[in-house]
């Protein structure tokens, strides 16, 4: 299931009628979500139901024996169920890049083939529900979250406005929700819709146009565009990914407020940021914030010696790149982004040896720090977007020498790449304005409203708009 599409706003026109119908009867709510998750799950491959009920099965029985062990047993039992979940996730988005590259040095040393090369479909949001199962798991041996009923664990993972894509809600944010009784009174549905309208203009409009014009056809072929070409396919490449990717999350939110569920923020105008540490912050918010919390801190976070932080750093963000995807394209982009963070961490530290400030002062150093990293973020979508190394360095190549005609490179495309990244200096009050304008307005009147927005995304948008990007991480 490819939503936005008919199938899907049929789809959840059905569920969010009968769910709501429901809502007075915990158990049968329960029950039809996770019939009409599983559903949601299997449109586009029936199988993938069953690993996701593994996962949901391995999680709920980790949890419970984890709860009441104490002692080494209790931690013996937590990392026997994380590793459980991860060997799922290996096998099924490791397995095929593992064996090839052992296939290849393998046979340059001439040893025959040990590992067999066998052919594995990758489960749409594997890497996302597998990551809610641990932090339910793990949250369980912290102590700050108490075992769930089975079918409040199933609801959890299988809720279907995150679970292609996010965000990664943790069980302290959504169970407490799933066990409460919710009132239609209290859905905010005026953001809900502005969130939805939001995120389909990103996608289908801007992600979708910018994707078909500019960014495909450079990165497809390299050699065949120029350098002004190739520089707008990356900083095009740079808002189609936040279109597209924060574009879902926007229509995730709202899709879930709809049914009175609230889900974290996942973005928060990456590309203001004035270091990578703080893109970090600001980008793919509920991922930064797992790792951080269950990887670089476990790692030993920012204590122990100078170089100790830095292997915590690099660790991290190899384990974020490959978390992405079994290539090693994302194995460089997350050491790109692991070197970057050390190299910011050690500039403020000199920083505030020499008594100055940790961070760029006055409007003019603070414009040159967004765009610097911005820049640097740009150069590490490149091989985030790239289908091969040799592809990455060869757009790096033609930067240099590629000089040419450049009729890729068009108003309409420099106004979207323009417009994606300025919409995110636009000040608060403008949107709680739009926002508080659009709410004080009568029913008919908001009806109206949208329907225009509909009808603009839809004329304006291309044919065959092409799944979010993040279906396949």
Known sequence: MLFPTIDFAIFFAVVYTVQWLLVPYAGPWKAFMVLASYVFYAWSDWRFIFLLAASTTIAYIGGRLVHPATGRRRKATMW???????????????????????DNVTHALDLGRPVPLLAVTLPVGISFFTFMAISYVVDIYRGVLRPARGIDVTVYLAFFPHLIAGPIVRGTELLPQIRTMRNRDDVHYVEAFWLIAAGLAKKVV?????????????FANPHQHSALEVLFAIWGYAVQIYADFSGYTDIAIGLAMLMGFRFPVNFRRPYTAIDLQDFWRRWHITLSFWLRDYLYIPLGGNRGTEGRVS????VTMLLGGLWHGASWTFVIWGAY???????????????????EPAEPVGRARVAWARFVTFQVVCLGWLFFRADTLGD?????????VGWGSSPLVTPLALL?????????????????????????RRLVVQGGILGLVLLAITTLGPQGVAPFIYYRF
């Open 80 to 102: 026997t169920t994380v590793v459980l979940l991860l060997g799922l996730l290996g096998w099924f988005k490791y397995y095929g890049f593992l064996a090839v590259n052992v």
């Open 206 to 218: 801007l992600s979708s146009y910018l994707s078909t014009y500019v960014v495909d056809p450079v």
């Open 311 to 314: 292997f915590n750093i690099m």
């Open 337 to 355: 982004h692991g070197v970057g963070q050390v190299i910011g961490r050690r500039r403020r530290a000199a920083r505030i040896a020499r008594g």
């Open 392 to 400: 990455a360095f060869a757009m790096l190549s033609r930067l240099v």
């Open 416 to 440: 979207a790449i323009v417009a994606g990244i300025a919409s995110q200096y636009l000040p608060d009050n403008w949107l709680d304005r739009a926002l508080a304008f659009f709410a004080d």
